[in-house]
């Protein structure tokens, strides 16, 4: 998936003012920058490059090491179904296929519209509330297959 952006390159340059050209904040910056434009632009790491003078070879492989940090564009929400255990037993890959064909996606995509992004993860440490999905920062737990467009509903506005 393709998103045009144009790259705010006075954001960058701020972030980095925030953390004083500091090398070893490379981290932090990049969290902000993801947050800034929802994921981690080519262009970003140049002009971070460039500030921090050390290596674009260097950011990408921070940035690749990390699973938090993504290179490609991600929607305006993101949906995170947990397989862990306790959610993997009581369905929580009926909940992830059930997601996958109402967005239309598979998971680690993202909707045309960049509306919605589709992530598995190994576990978001809420069991008890098994099997868990969470959207954004809000989790919605002992998921059913009945609740998913509910949940969907409240984000599409």
């Known amino acids: 998936m393709e998103i045009p952006m144009t790259i705010d390159f006075s954001k960058v340059d701020q972030i980095v003012q925030k953390y004083e050209h500091n090398a070893s904040k490379v981290i932090l910056m990049l ?6 434009f929802r994921y981690i632009p080519q262009e970003a790491v ?3 490059s460039e500030n921090l003078r ?3 070879s260097q950011i990408f492989h921070i940035a690749t090491f ?4 993504s290179l490609t564009p991600r929607g305006e929400h993101e949906v995170r179904v947990c397989l862990g255990t306790a959610c993997h037993i009581r369905g929580g890959k009926r909940i992830s296929d059930g997601f996958e064909r109402s967005l239309n996606l598979k998971a680690g995509e993202t909707t045309p519209d960049a509306k919605f992004t589709l992530e598995t993860v190994n576990c978001l440490g809420a069991c008890a ?10 989790n919605y737990g002992k998921m059913t297959i009945e609740k998913i467009e509910t949940v969907l ?5």
């Open 31 to 36: 969290q902000d920058i993801q947050t800034e």
């Open 46 to 48: 140049t002009r971070l």
């Open 54 to 56: 050390i290596s674009e």
């Open 66 to 69: 990390y699973k938090a940090f």
């Open 129 to 138: 509330l098994a099997p868990l999905v969470q959207v954004d920062e809000e």
């Open 153 to 157: 509903k409240q984000y599409r506005k």
